[in-house]
């Protein structure tokens, strides 16, 4: 379960949050976010102008002085990711160029994370590039969640914590189901890992979607391993993007005769027509965290639920602003 910050953490960040030294910069991508995330620090957000010009050209300035504080960059680079990592790199260099003493860009959707290999002949391994471009623009530090690889960890040359919403889902999990009747999936081969840890925590039994994508966006279930006759089952993934593999899975779980198809996912980038073919499908429940801004559509839908995620990132600041152990969170 997910550790409450300590009374220490808390009262060294409200202390520098008095004198001055922890300053939270929000960008454009996720207002509510960043606000939660305040509240939950009791630190307000740093007044500044994040805007464009006519041209769409970003302009920024912040208007307190952030002369020798902790500053933390609130801002998802998800949809339209390039004006939101623009938005980040600009902030960056404003406060850098105002002599924060350390920054950190908290990044709770890191956009750009599924091209972490080169996936053919002369294609680029762009997270490793929007790596580059992040620690060049004066990031000190990064604090993420959990990303599509743990590899991307190591394409930054600089300190980079990645936490896991898996605590938060586990606590809704146990609130919402009988146990004795679940069975968590692996909505592919490569989720393994992820769906195996979720499952020990909750002491059920696992099982795997055996998958075919014929094109980007595009699946095509293949196989359902393990016997999931009977059981309520809880596929879990890091990103929902189309959603056609999730819809793909449900149906071929149902028809192996599960007795229902939930989801926890952790990014819902949901693009396209995605929260209407989640709502048309046979999924009972998707469940994503507020770590990308929901469009109307998404709220709108009738089976898609949002978890809140800024304790778990107030926390985290708490503790990296006290210098204390941001991983003991997930012990």
């Not at 220490?8 to 300053?23: D, F, P, Q, Y």
């Not at 929000?26 to 006519?54: C, E, H, M």
């Not at 339209?80 to 938005?87: F, I, K, R, T, Y």
């Not at 965290?289 to 998404?298: N, R």
Request: net charge neutral; glycine share 6%.
């Amino acid at each position: 379960m997910l550790n409450v910050v300590s009374s220490k953490a808390r009262e060294e960040a409200s202390m520098s949050a008095k004198n001055g030294s922890i300053k939270l910069v929000a960008g454009n991508s996720n207002p509510a976010l960043a606000q939660a995330i305040a509240q939950g620090l009791d630190v307000p957000l740093t007044k500044a102008v994040v805007r464009r010009f006519a041209d769409m050209e970003i302009f920024v300035e912040v208007q307190e002085n952030i002369r020798g504080s902790d500053a933390f960059i609130i801002q998802s680079t998800s949809f339209p990711a390039n004006d939101n990592l623009m938005e980040l790199l600009i902030i960056t260099d404003a406060l850098r160029r105002s002599s924060a003493r350390r920054i950190t860009a908290v990044i709770p959707y890191f956009g750009y994370a599924r091209q972490d290999r080169r996936s053919g002949s002369r294609t680029p391994i762009s997270a490793k590039l929007v790596a580059n471009l992040i620690t060049h623009a004066g990031v000190d530090r990064v604090m993420t969640l959990d990303l599509h690889a743990g590899q991307i960890q190591g394409f930054f040359d600089i300190p980079t914590d990645n936490l896991f919403a898996a605590p938060v889902m586990v606590r809704d999990i146990r609130e919402r189901f009988d146990l004795s009747k679940v069975m968590v999936i692996s909505p592919d081969v490569g989720g393994v890992a992820r769906a195996r840890g979720l499952a020990k925590r909750i002491n059920t039994p696992l099982a795997i979607v055996d998958k075919r994508r014929e094109r980007p966006g595009e699946s095509e279930v293949m196989n359902v391993i393990g016997d999931v006759s009977g059981y309520s089952c809880i596929l879990v993934d890091d990103i929902v993007d189309s959603g056609g593999t999730l819809v793909n899975a449900a149906d071929a779980l149902i028809a192996k005769g599960a007795k229902d198809v939930y989801a926890y996912i952790t990014h819902g980038v949901l693009s396209g027509g995605a929260a209407a073919r989640i709502a048309g499908s046979k999924l009972k429940e998707l469940v994503i965290t507020d770590s990308i801004l929901a469009t109307e559509a998404v709220t709108k839908a009738p089976n898609i639920r949002t978890l809140p995620i800024a304790s778990l990132i107030s926390d985290a600041i708490a503790r990296t602003a006290a210098e204390e152990s941001v991983s003991s969170l997930f012990d």
